[in-house]
């Protein structure tokens, strides 16, 4: 039945403090995003100077008749790093009054058809982490950096309540202290708050923050069933709660489902101050809230393997144990049936109060996309006990909704698993490698939330993803539309270009989701006949600049290649050295693999690193660029058809890493590849591949060899790709 066929009951309207507005509820849900971190940086920066300029709009003469409160915050991963940078940066600004709203910062980015312009931010930390700090290498320090690999052990944040740790001589393949160091950069020293600065009018009174993480040791919670049988079952999906009272002005919205849960989560205090007057964030001395803040902000995006596991200094009343006040944490978005109690699954016999601390990594290895946290803290009460309503849906109903940002809500294309395919994925070797895969895919699986996502007609949950059009006119999306989507999402990491365009374009996202997609009936009772049927209408808005498609050219690659190298020998030497075998083994593996395997190893990540941004734009090389506009591989095809054609056999040369190849091989590479990274109507000849790679090698862009052959005829041409510095230096150890 449409909307226009019945009249639906008015909606239950939170009023402001005031009791003059209705008022617009906002959960925000921040998926994970890696690298891409930057787009969402991008996309709550202009959010929240557009719900700043609503309400600042709202009651005046021709703005809207309603306000709007972001109620609840959940991330995980890099956006749940991105919530904790949202809060720092919100506390740093101190206050809707504060100057930065309306003069806010500047910078500049390279725009289309050439040159630079202005564009302006607000969240200083949350632009300062994303955009200007994250990055493998740059100026003698980041994530590729082996500060962490000297004799003493890391400096990390989360180890001030532990001993020293000489034992363990690798924690991760990438810097982590490097992270600690950035978030002491942007957060450390923002002082406290006092009685004079006043909240923001578009967070509530009562905020709350829930950030995921996944825990190594779990807790086993109990289940009871009516004959008194206890049945257990651990938890590693767990979620550490804060809730700041005083960052907001606006409505204290209630959140029933956190009241039953009697869940006050971690009462964060912006008036704390260490002995300096700044909000101890960082302090090494304090092991307070707000130092848990901080390590659940870092410890949610532990990405497994490449970023150090997090020492979580917890409470059990943290994760969910009832004491005499209550919980401060462990609250479970799950529906209780007919009013019945709600249940303790916490252990018994542990105390609130007792120590319960975890090791944890990224929360995205088991719910990537948190959206029912924000979900079910903006749910209104039912009318049976322990009962909640489901969000209003409709265009002339909702009053509330949760808005999702995921960078990469990309599915993987459901392929038809061939005989030869289910041959190689039955072996022994490939069920261990892919067997994490899937119980990570699976632990990610929310029917319910996609069906409900998937209706245009639901206005209670809406999503902000990537959506990029090329200068030909072609529609990108997710992944494909950022370039920090590419590598996998670690790309951005390379150069600061990337992070940058991808900040831009979640702010052009926003602004286009606000005008067109987060928008109601203009007869919703919230909505109170105001002038448009926006539910954030912020009115004038900076400008923002048309970002250039970013690119990184050698001058730029090459030094981060170079660190990368000096890297992976210090962990390979310290991964051998933790091999359980006698001294002499190890050493004899230390001393043999540099001359051995470094240098292909080296060449083998370069190629996989350099052929995807080749094929995504990414790269910058001229000599390369002439040899491939001015290649004839086709002998047939327009320009656009043989640029194409040059870029595919550059791109099979470079995946080939240090080994020769023949132009007869790199065609039947591109044989196999052409329905994955490389789409060819029609494969080039091997000898007009011959001819193109002598081209290259006339540039230095390739190395050409003769192999000689016990047969006819008696020797080959063979190429290789000379990738710069590095790989050419590793090829001489």
């Not at 109170?528 to 690119?551: F, T």
């Not at 004899?588 to 395997?597: D, E, K, S, T």
Request: aromatic share 8%.
């Amino acid at each position: 039945m449409s909307e226009s066929a019945t009249t639906p009951p008015a909606p239950e309207i939170q009023p402001d403090p005031e009791g003059a507005m209705p008022v617009f509820v906002i959960g925000l849900a921040m998926a994970g995003a890696i690298s891409a971190g930057a787009y969402t940086a991008g996309v709550v920066d202009y959010l929240f100077r557009a719900m700043r300029a609503h309400n600042r709009r709202a009651g005046q003469p021709g703005g809207p008749k309603h306000r709007v409160a972001v109620k609840a915050m959940s991330g995980t991963s890099a956006g749940g790093t991105t919530a904790g940078l949202i809060v720092a940066s919100l506390l740093e600004a101190r206050g809707e009054d504060a100057a930065v709203w309306d003069a806010p910062r500047r910078d500049e980015v390279a725009v289309d058809g050439g040159g630079t312009a202005e564009f302006t931010y607000v969240l200083g930390p949350v632009y300062e982490v994303w955009v200007r700090q994250l990055s493998f290498y740059a100026d003698g320090d980041g994530l590729l950096s082996d500060s962490d690999l000297g004799k003493a052990p890391p400096v990390l944040l989360d180890r001030s309540p532990l001993q020293p740790e000489p034992d363990l001589p690798l924690l991760s393949l990438l810097n982590g202290s490097y992270l600690d160091k950035v978030a002491s950069g942007a957060i450390g020293g923002i002082a406290a708050w006092t009685e004079t600065v006043e909240g923001y009018s578009f967070v509530s009174g009562q905020f709350d923050l829930f950030l995921t993480t996944t825990a190594m040791n779990g807790v086993s919670n109990q289940i009871q069933f009516g004959d008194g049988v206890k049945f257990n079952m651990t938890q590693h999906g767990l979620v550490r709660h804060f809730r700041i009272p005083k960052l907001g002005s606006g409505a204290p919205l209630p959140s029933p489902w956190l009241e039953d849960w009697e869940d006050a989560g971690m009462t964060l205090d912006p008036a704390v101050a260490a002995a300096d007057g700044s909000i101890p964030f960082t302090a090494p001395d304090y092991l307070g809230d707000w130092k848990k803040f901080t390590v659940a902000s870092i410890a949610t995006g532990a990405f497994p393997f490449a970023l150090p596991a997090r020492y979580i200094n917890a409470l059990a009343a943290e994760l969910g144990a009832r004491g005499p006040g209550g919980r401060q944490g462990g609250a479970l978005p799950i529906d209780i049936a007919d009013g019945h109690g709600i249940p303790d699954i916490f252990p018994d016999g542990i105390p609130a109060a007792s120590p319960a601390p975890y090791i944890a990594v990224d929360g995205g290895t088991i719910n990537n996309e948190p959206f029912e946290y924000a979900r079910f803290a903006i749910r209104k009460r039912g009318s049976a006990p322990n009962t909640l309503l489901d969000n209003p849906r409709t265009s002339l109903t909702a009053d509330r909704a949760v808005v999702m940002i995921d960078p990469f809500p990309d599915m993987e294309p459901y392929t038809p698993l061939t005989p030869a395919a289910a041959t190689r994925l039955s072996g022994l070797l490939s069920i261990g490698s892919k067997l994490l895969s899937v119980v990570i895919s699976q632990a990610r699986f929310k029917p319910t939330e996609l069906m409900l996502a998937s209706d245009t007609d639901i206005r209670s949950r809406f999503i902000i993803s990537p959506v990029r059009r090329t200068a030909e006119g072609a529609v990108l999306t997710g992944g494909n539309a950022m370039a920090c989507g590419s590598l996998n999402g670690f790309g951005g990491f390379l150069d600061e270009s990337f992070r940058k365009h991808d900040f831009l374009l979640g702010q052009l996202n926003c602004r286009k989701f606000l005008e067109d997609h987060l928008v109601l009936d203009p007869a919703n009772p919230v909505l109170d006949g105001g002038p448009s049927g926006r539910v954030i209408d912020p009115g004038a808005m900076p400008e923002i600049p048309q970002p250039a498609w970013p690119a990184a050219g050698d001058d730029a690659l090459t030094p981060v290649f170079s660190q990368g190298q000096a890297r992976l020998t210090k962990v390979v030497d310290r991964l051998i050295g933790l091999l359980p075998f006698n001294g002499t083994v190890r050493r004899i593996g230390q001393a043999l693999w540099i001359p051995l395997f470094r240098g292909g190893l080296m060449d083998t990540l370069q190629g996989t690193v350099m052929s995807e941004l080749l094929l995504r734009g990414l790269y910058l090389n001229s000599a390369l660029e002439r040899q491939m506009a001015k290649a004839r591989l086709l002998e047939t095809g327009d320009a656009a058809a043989q640029l194409e054609a040059a870029r595919a056999v550059t791109v099979a040369l470079m995946l080939r890493g240090s080994k020769y190849a023949s132009p007869e091989a790199l065609h039947d590479d591109m044989a196999k590849s052409r329905d994955k990274d490389t789409v060819l109507p029609t494969l080039p000849a091997p000898d007009r591949i011959a001819g193109f790679l002598d081209a290259l090698a006339g540039d230095g862009l390739a190395e050409r060899r003769w192999k000689v052959l016990a047969s006819w005829p008696p020797a080959r041409r063979e190429y290789r790709y000379a990738f710069p510095a590095t790989g050419s230096s590793a090829r001489g150890s």
